[in-house]
Structure formats: C-alpha cells, structure tokens
C-alpha cells in the first residue's frame, strides 16, 4: 500500500493528521506493507523568511484580530495536538516560507530518509520554535535527522529538488488538493482534513480489503475533518 501524503511544514493540521494516520496504522496488522510518502505543498507561496513576527502577530495583521484574538485561534489546536501526544507551542512559532524546506525534504526522500527528516521539520515548527526557511537551520535539522551536511548545503546552494517540489504541487492541484493536510491511499482513496483516527482506519480498511474492482476515487471525510488552506493557517 502506498499513502501519499500532501502537506505543509507550517500547517498544523498536517501536524495532526499525520499523528492521527500514524496511530491508525499501528492497529493495522498489514502496517509492514505501507509505504507513506510526503508531498510538497506550500500553504503560501510568498511567505517571506526573517521578517520577525510570531504567528499571533501574523495571524492578528491578517485577520484584523486582536493579539488575544488570534491566541484564541491557536488554543483548539493546541488543545487537539495535546491528544495526539503533541507539544504545540505557538508563542515560539516562526512563520517562514518553507519552499527550501520542502527541497530539503525531497533530498531526504531520495536518501531513504523523508519520513525521519519530515517529522523533524514538524517538531522543529511546532515545539522547538525554529524557522525552517533559514539555510543553517535548515542544515542543522537534516544533520539531525541523519543526512551529511555538506550534500544539504549543497542542494540548498543551488536549485536541485526545485522542479520535484513544483511538480508535485501540480500533480496535487490537479487531484483537487485545496487544503492540507490531504492523504491519497493506493490512488484509488482520499482522506482530505486531519480527520479522527476511526475515517483513517476505515479507508486502510477498505483499500486492504478491496478487490479487483474497477478503480476509482473515493473521498473520505466528514465535517469533524479540519485543514489548512491559505485563508485558513
């Protein structure tokens, strides 16, 4: 089984839904035979890095909230990632552009290492407060996570991964992708929000189980499904 998953570092609802799948999947006994990729998916494109705002700050300017306001926008969230065993800390948060991040990211996957290096990124966003658009933080991040430095200062040195990142935003436009986090299961099954584990394991379920049947694509999600879009996160 292949899973798909289209997200965005800053987005917190991929944050979620990734633990949320991860959890479903421990009660699959067939969880061996997963492959989970990560998709490239900038929330927005023309975030700038070093601008010195926090989230709340951010989010404030471009609601016209309050500082209490836009806190209160951040506490549900915080308050389901505390359920998932997540440590969201939003006062740290830096808001970047995060399109080195994903280069980054692919670079990882080509190495065997995407899924250590993504879960990194998130932890660094949310927990750590580090901003995952800065070169040298991004360098110490994927050295972490187990990759050589030296070949990451020099995919971010140059363009390599660039038209990778692009083409899988492309390729999730046109499977309908709008909002993040978006899950696609053996191409034939969406999960579209940070959806409770029980859709999650419905759709392994079904994909498990199908047969030979003609393909074709099935959303699941309900209005308890929450995502990321750029009016959104």
Request: hydrophobic share 35%; proline share 3%; aromatic share 10%.
């Amino acid at each position: 089984m292949k899973i798909e998953v289209w997200s965005d570092f800053v987005c917190p609802f991929c944050y979620i839904g990734k633990a949320r799948l991860e959890d479903a999947l421990e009660a699959i006994p067939e969880k061996d035979q997963v492959d989970m990729v990560f998709k490239s998916f900038e929330l927005d494109p023309n975030a700038e890095q070093g601008t010195g705002q926090n989230i709340h700050e951010k989010l404030a300017a471009k609601y016209g909230r309050s500082m209490e306001e836009a806190k209160g926008m951040t506490a549900s969230m915080t308050q389901q990632a505390e359920l998932e065993g997540l440590d969201f800390r939003f006062d740290q948060m830096v808001p970047t552009n995060t399109f080195d991040a994903h280069r980054v990211a692919k670079f990882a996957e080509s190495k065997g290492n995407g899924l250590k290096t993504a879960q990194r990124f998130f932890q660094a966003v949310f927990t750590d407060g580090n901003d995952v658009g800065d070169h040298d933080t991004l360098i110490r991040l994927a050295k972490e996570s187990g990759l050589d430095e030296e070949e990451v200062r020099e995919v971010l040195n140059g363009d390599a991964f660039t038209e990778q990142v692009r083409a899988e935003e492309n390729e999730g436009r046109e499977l309908g992708v709008q909002g993040v986090p978006f899950f696609v299961i053996n191409r034939k099954y969406a999960v579209s929000g940070a959806q409770p584990k029980e859709t999650f394991t419905q759709a392994l379920q079904k994909a498990f189980e199908e047969e030979k049947a003609a393909p074709q694509f099935e959303t699941f999600s309900t209005n308890q499904g929450e995502a990321c879009t750029d009016e959104t996160c």
